[in-house]
Antibody, heavy 121, light 108 residues
Framework: EVRLLESGGGLVQPGGSLRLSCEVFGYNFSAYAMNWVRQAPGKGLEWVSV????????FHALSVRGRFSVSRDNSKNTVYLQMTGLRVDDAGLYFCVKDKYHEGPYFFDSWGQGTRVIVSS | EVLLTQSPPTLSLSPGERATLSCRAS?????LAWYQHRPGQSPRLLIY???NRAAGIPARFSGSGSGTDFTLTISSLEPEDFAVYYCHQRTNWPLSISFGQGTKLQIK
């Protein structure tokens, strides 16, 4: 069974930093790209970042480019999202999402339960 | 950036009825998917590459379309199908990823 377990969310002040983690179980983690997708309160889904299977290519949405970075440790089956310069509109539920292919983002075929980020002073 | 517009925003139907959800892209896209999002749960991939059902998805779900116009059809609604549905696309050059704003499928 594929499981994705996010952690690291919480309350942070505007301008602050947070690192999200996602540990994965139940499939060959190193064979697939990983994504982060977020959902602001009462809003729809927004793709945030992707890292390819090998960990050497990343891409970010324009809204977070230059502030967020994504990395992975294939020996630990874990992907990370480092968020800096957080803004109020970065608040929301952050989902860790498995891509269907080794290069992404393409299609998101497994999702975690999400970890909540609150940005407030 | 490719914008996806879903219609209708809300669709009210009864169990057993047929549901037709639309997704229109502002530019031609080749990679189109549909997701189901039930309250309190994580989104679930239903359809990828316009018309391919994801693993474990019932045959009552089908996708069609091309270019800029895409459709998700649920042939006969089951109680568990009432949820929010999002379309999602990727275009390669320049790389653009976007979701539609969602269609809420509710019980009439």
């Amino acid at each position: 069974e594929v499981r994705l377990l996010e952690s690291g969310g919480g309350l942070v002040q505007p301008g602050g930093s947070l690192r999200l983690s996602c540990e994965v179980f139940g499939y060959n983690f190193s064979a697939y790209a990983m994504n982060w997708v977020r959902q602001a309160p009462g809003k729809g889904l927004e793709w945030v970042s992707v890292i390819n299977a090998g960990g050497d290519k990343t891409f970010h949405a324009l809204s977070v480019r230059g502030r967020f970075s994504v990395s992975r440790d294939n020996s630990k089956n874990t992907v990370y999202l480092q968020m800096t310069g957080l803004r109020v509109d970065d608040a929301g539920l952050y989902f860790c999402v498995k891509d269907k292919y080794h290069e992404g983002p393409y299609f998101f075929d497994s999702w975690g339960q999400g970890t909540r980020v609150i940005v407030s002073s | 950036e490719v914008l996806l517009t879903q219609s209708p925003p809300t669709l009210s139907l009864s169990p057993g009825e047929r549901a037709t959800l639309s997704c229109r892209a502002s530019h031609i896209t080749s990679y189109l998917a549909w997701y189901q999002h039930r309250p309190g749960q994580s989104p679930r991939l239903l359809i990828y590459d316009t018309s391919n059902r994801a693993a474990g998805i019932p045959a009552r779900f089908s996708g069609s379309g091309s270019g800029t116009d895409f459709t998700l059809t649920i042939s006969s609604l089951e109680p568990e199908d009432f949820a929010v549905y999002y379309c999602h696309q990727r275009t390669n050059w320049p790389l653009s990823i976007s979701f539609g704003q969602g269609t809420k499928l509710q019980i009439k």
